[in-house]
């Protein structure tokens, strides 16, 4: 696989339809090529408590944030018929994304999915120290290098 996108988000409650932050890394030939990073304005501008506590984003930071379905078009192209691979993807980033995209009335993209965890079955923060990749964890475009790079190691790129 030469190409591929790494992606991450994080939400501002529970429910898999509220994106506050977009991280993407798109990888080619073992070289980030693009990063992209997007704060996200979450339906209703709502966040719960205990999630701003883990990845430090809270209302006032995307008040004047675009909602989702302004930036698909701006990241669609790194996802749509792409290698896309996130660290618990399965679990977590694949179907966010889908309930996103639901919510706005928006087409689920056909995309090859990809998943670190699977691969390693273990926790991103306890990955990076063991292989040595930064990481600001629970900041999507950092999570998105960190799952990145884990990704071009088994690979073996």
Not at 64 to 77: G, K, L, M
């Amino acid at each position: 696989m030469d190409s591929f996108t790494a992606i991450d988000f994080e939400t501002a409650t529970g429910y898999r339809n509220s994106i506050c932050q977009v991280g993407l890394v798109q990888i080619k030939n073992g070289i980030v090529i693009q990063e992209v990073d997007f704060l996200v304005q979450p339906p209703d501008n709502y966040y719960w408590n205990r999630f701003t506590d883990i990845h430090g984003i809270a209302a006032k930071d995307t008040l004047n944030s675009p909602t989702f379905d302004q930036i698909w078009q701006h990241i669609a192209p790194y996802i749509e018929n792409q290698n896309v691979v996130a660290h618990n993807g399965f679990g977590f980033d694949f179907p966010v994304l889908d309930k996103t995209l639901l919510h706005y009335g928006l087409t689920i993209p056909n995309y090859n999915k990809f998943c670190t965890y699977k691969i390693y079955r273990s926790n991103l923060a306890t990955l990076c120290e063991e292989h040595d990749i930064p990481l600001n964890h629970h900041d999507a475009l950092s999570d998105a290098r960190a799952c990145g790079e884990l990704w071009l190691k088994w690979l073996k790129i």
